[in-house]
T-cell receptor, first 112, second 114 residues
Framework: TQLLEQSPQFLSIQEGENLTVYCNSS?????LQWYRQEPGEGPVLLVT?????EVKKLKRLTFQFGDARKDSSLHITAAQPGDTGLYLC????????????FGAGTQVVVTP | KAGVTQTPRYLIKTRGQQVTLSCSPI?????VSWYQQTPGQGLQFLFE???????NKGNFPGRFSGRQFSNSRSEMNVSTLELGDSALYLC?????????????FGEGSRLTVL
């Protein structure tokens, strides 16, 4: 059982459409991170959210941390083929120091 | 600056053999952590080393071990390989450790066990 549950597992959309990926847990996290992984490469950090209710924007990507610090979402506006990849959320539970846990990931495919 | 370097990138072993994977972190980073990535389980935390000491360990059997050298380079070893050990093994470095995140990953070592 994953500590961090990501949904959906797979998402295929057309260029220009919007999408949202969710990351949920019953545990409280001191912070949550989002990574993107492309084939043949390691994950690359996109953002870290720390404060409950925090919203961060990175160009067309919007990240939100839940008020209770148990969940997060990633919203992509006007998706482009370059957004294709495996999106992973990760966090350290407040009761499990040092063990950064990852969700299983959401595979996003954006077709032209 | 140079990123995290993992060697080898690909390797094939047979059941019962052992394997050693190497990771060179970003210069100045003292923490190295290892993850196993499989399609079914995602990224699973193996262990973290900081200044040559294992600081955290995941829920893997004792066949999985690691170490860190004084120059922060790290190795992980898997003995008595099983088919289920086939995976992408990712190394990540950070300045202060996995508790604060900000991990920088290498491209991984893809292990196939036949």
């Amino acid at each position: 059982t994953q500590l961090l549950e990501q949904s959906p597992q797979f998402l295929s959309i057309q260029e220009g459409e919007n999408l949202t990926v969710y990351c949920n847990s019953s545990s409280v996290f001191s912070s949550l991170q989002w990574y993107r992984q492309e084939p043949g490469e390691g994950p690359v950090l996109l953002v870290t959210v720390v404060t409950g209710g925090e919203v961060k924007k990175l160009k067309r990507l919007t990240f939100q941390f839940g008020d209770a610090r148990k969940d997060s979402s990633l919203h992509i506006t006007a998706a482009q083929p370059g957004d294709t990849g495996l999106y992973l959320c990760a966090g350290v539970p407040t009761d499990s120091w040092g063990k950064l846990q990852f969700g299983a990931g959401t595979q996003v495919v954006v077709t032209p | 600056k140079a990123g995290v370097t993992q060697t080898p990138r690909y390797l094939i072993k047979t059941r019962g053999q052992q394997v050693t994977l190497s990771c060179s972190p970003i210069s100045g980073h003292r923490s190295v952590s290892w993850y196993q990535q499989t399609p079914g389980q995602g990224l699973q935390f193996l262990f973290e080393y900081f200044s040559e000491t294992q600081r955290n360990k995941g829920n893997f059997p004792g066949r999985f071990s690691g170490r860190q050298f004084s120059n922060s380079r790290s190795e992980m070893n898997v003995s008595t390989l099983e088919l289920g050990d086939s995976a992408l093994y990712l190394c990540a470095s950070s300045k202060s450790g996995t508790n604060t995140g900000e991990l920088f990953f290498g491209e991984g070592s893809r292990l196939t066990v036949l």
